[in-house]
């Protein structure tokens, strides 16, 4: 008889995370690695050295064709056409409402080919959505089963990472990429990341994943390299106020809300898109809610849907929290009505049936030195 997570996806590193004892749990319909050696020291690793993540699990899909620039166009809130070759793009696929199907990254590969990077959760969905929308003169093909993804990152990437290619990594620009060897291997080397830190991205052939892996890991742990989990993963991106989708957005809030104006391109060369009328009624007007940062003052730390109070009233809840183990504080970030969204506004933090006092504070919550 199946067990529950021989039904789970699994990417081509499993059997890795397995013999090197990392603590698997089911993630979005994947059976994906918690953590190896801990999440604060994976955490703490990353901030000063670098780690190692298997995000093989996000979904790839290709567009190409001489429409192929219209249609991101039409479909992506951020302007494609701005994109050089060897550039990516944060962007996201808004819906009528202004909210998103997913957020994504862009990759401008040719002049008339692109590749685009979704949520894992959200592949098929995001799929369904595209090629419903796609027209004649451009080719959409899901690459995601041909693909794993690496994430190499922490201020010492650069330096393990340029021991085992040729490419010229400090030519690389943040949301740049070149395509090339890693280690004999052929790669698109992209210099983006979700943890705040520098780093790499590393697209590779699915039968390749386990070598680069491994030689990956031999090279960088004389560097402080250590592999590194979702658990990591998420602690750090909260740090850095990286939404999480279906935590701190979704199809119920638009980009606006959510903080991501600056992805919303209005310019007249970007045309028409899904959502735009409410999206720019949103940045002239204001929303009627933000996403904001806080950080608990009192004891205790907030998570994902706890609820948030201001005053005697229930606002909301909390849509990502977390002790954060570089900053040594517990901190979240949630919906609040926009005109009680101020730096410095008190909240209180349901944990466990407890008001907890917290403070509406700056964002990120953590950056990296430049």
């Not at 990392?22 to 999440?39: H, I, N, R, T």
């Amino acid at each position: 008889m199946a067990t529950a997570t021989d039904l789970l996806h699994k990417t081509p590193l499993n059997a890795v995370h397995r013999e090197s004892g990392a603590k698997m749990v089911p993630f979005g319909g994947w059976d994906m690695p918690l953590e190896y050696s801990g999440l604060i020291a994976e955490h703490l690793a990353v901030r000063r050295a670098a780690g190692l993540f298997d995000v093989s699990h996000m979904g790839e899909f290709e567009v190409a064709g001489e429409g192929a620039l219209s249609f991101l166009q039409r479909v992506t809130a951020n302007n494609v056409a701005r994109l050089v070759v060897g550039q990516a793009q944060y962007s996201a696929l808004p819906l009528p409402n202004g909210a998103p199907v997913d957020d994504v990254i862009v990759y401008r590969r040719a002049s008339d080919r692109y590749l685009l990077v979704v949520n894992a959760g959200n592949i098929d969905k995001d799929w369904s959505w595209l090629q419903s929308q796609a027209p004649e003169g451009c080719t959409l093909e899901n690459r995601s089963q041909d693909y794993a993804l690496l994430a190499l990152q922490g201020p010492a990437a650069a330096e393990i990472l340029q021991g085992s290619t040729g490419l010229d990594l400090p030519g690389i620009a943040y949301y740049h990429f070149a395509e090339g060897d890693v280690a004999g291997h052929p790669v698109i080397l992209s210099r983006t990341g979700y943890t705040g830190e520098d780093g790499f991205e590393i697209f590779v052939a699915a039968e390749r994943a386990e070598a680069l892996w491994r030689r990956l890991i031999e090279s960088g742990k004389d560097k402080g390299l250590v592999p590194a989990g979702l658990g990591a993963r998420d602690t750090l991106r909260l740090e850095a106020r990286m939404c999480l989708y279906g935590n701190d957005m979704d199809e119920t809030t638009t980009l606006i809300e959510a903080g991501l104006g600056w992805i919303v391109s209005l310019e007249g060369a970007k045309g028409d898109f899904n959502g735009r009328a409410v999206l720019e009624a949103q940045k002239k007007n204001g929303p009627p809610r933000k996403l904001v940062g806080f950080e608990v003052v009192g004891r205790g730390i907030a998570r994902h849907g706890y609820p948030i109070s201001l005053g005697e009233a229930e606002v909301g809840a909390v849509t990502s929290g977390s002790f954060a183990p570089f900053l040594q504080k517990s901190i979240g970030l949630c919906y609040l009505p926009a005109a009680s969204s101020a730096v410095g506004t008190d909240l209180q933090v349901d944990i466990r049936g407890r008001p907890v006092p917290a403070r509406v504070v700056p964002t990120p919550f953590y950056k990296r030195g430049r």
